[in-house]
């Protein structure tokens, strides 16, 4: 039986709160009715619109090492949208945790954006950079099914959580496959300095390696060092209470955005952890929503 809402942000640690590590499961009734109570709600008085679902799609190529898939949302309006491919967090491990970012998913396609709500290939059995290959395979499949979506490939947006607001760095501070072009990345509670506590369980689990074999692919896989003058908008939020990914990651990220001026707005959610900003995340979700609507709704 599936936990209603299972925390795998760091699945072997309890929420901070609770003062202590551990294998954590956190049981809420319904994870939709928690985020919806919880300020998963967006702002502004914008027309929603009815949507369709088409659930288990795989995005990746025939011949590609593991069939990866997605759940696409799609606004039935006539003309063309934008879309926001959604990435999951979860230590970059062992479970498809689509299902925590569905009620967003649902809130997005209600304003009017095309959702692609993918997993990707997970550690131990796949390290850095499968996710991200996977991901950019995402971005193809939506460049080529752009037609039949009625999506516009030239206004897609990134969204991730933790380890998927990783991904979406990631993905989104490279240059874009031909034909698309990446317009804006939200990521809450991001890892952008992965030398920081490269000893932390999860980390060397995702690259493969420990920081003492390989220092260089820590730092390359750290989104602070791909910044250059092309990134994108970004908006970050995060809990001035996390201790999973402290405060000081996105410290060491902005004079990096400043120096290359790179456009960016930041979210504190004040006395927030990393798991509880997740679960109430107050106006967080609203401004993050403003912002792809701002920098894709043109």
């Not at 499961?25 to 300020?39: D, E, F, K, P, R």
């Not at 550690?123 to 499968?130: D, G, I, L, V």
Request: hydrophobic content about 40%; proline content about 8%.
């Amino acid at each position: 039986m599936r936990i209603p809402l299972y925390i795998s942000c760091m699945r072997w640690t309890l929420a901070e709160r609770f003062g202590y590590r551990g294998l954590a499961q956190l049981v809420i009734g319904s994870s939709s009715m928690v985020m919806s109570a919880c300020g998963w709600s967006g702002s502004g008085a914008r027309s929603l619109v009815k949507f369709s679902v088409e659930k288990e799609v795989i995005y990746t190529p025939s011949d590609w090492p593991q069939a990866v898939r997605a759940d696409i949302y799609r606004p039935l309006v006539s003309h063309p949208t934008p879309a926001v491919l959604l990435i999951h967090g979860g230590s970059w491990a062992e479970n498809d945790n689509r299902y925590q970012m569905s009620h967003l998913a649902k809130k997005l396609a209600r304003r009017g954006y095309l959702v692609m709500n993918a997993t990707y290939r997970l550690a131990p059995e796949w390290n850095y950079p499968a996710p991200v290959d996977d991901l950019r395979e995402a971005l193809k499949w939506m460049r080529d099914h752009a037609k039949r979506l009625n999506l516009d490939p030239q206004r897609i947006g990134l969204y991730g959580y933790s380890a998927g607001g990783h991904l979406a760095e990631m993905l989104g501070f490279q240059s874009p496959p031909d034909g698309v072009a990446i317009q804006a990345v939200v990521a809450g509670a991001t890892p952008q300095d992965l030398t920081l506590d490269p000893d932390f369980p999860v980390v060397p689990v995702f690259i493969g390696k420990t920081f003492v074999e390989d220092a260089d692919i820590y730092r390359s896989a750290s989104p602070m060092n791909q910044v250059t003058p092309e990134t994108p908008p970004l908006f970050i939020y995060q809990g001035t209470k996390d201790k999973i990914v402290p405060p000081e990651h996105t410290y060491r990220l902005l004079p990096k955005l400043e120096n290359h001026q790179v456009h960016h707005e930041i979210h504190w959610v004040k006395g927030r952890s990393h798991i509880s900003t997740f679960l109430f995340p107050g106006r967080a979700i609203a401004k993050a929503i403003d912002f792809l609507d701002r920098q894709l709704q043109r």
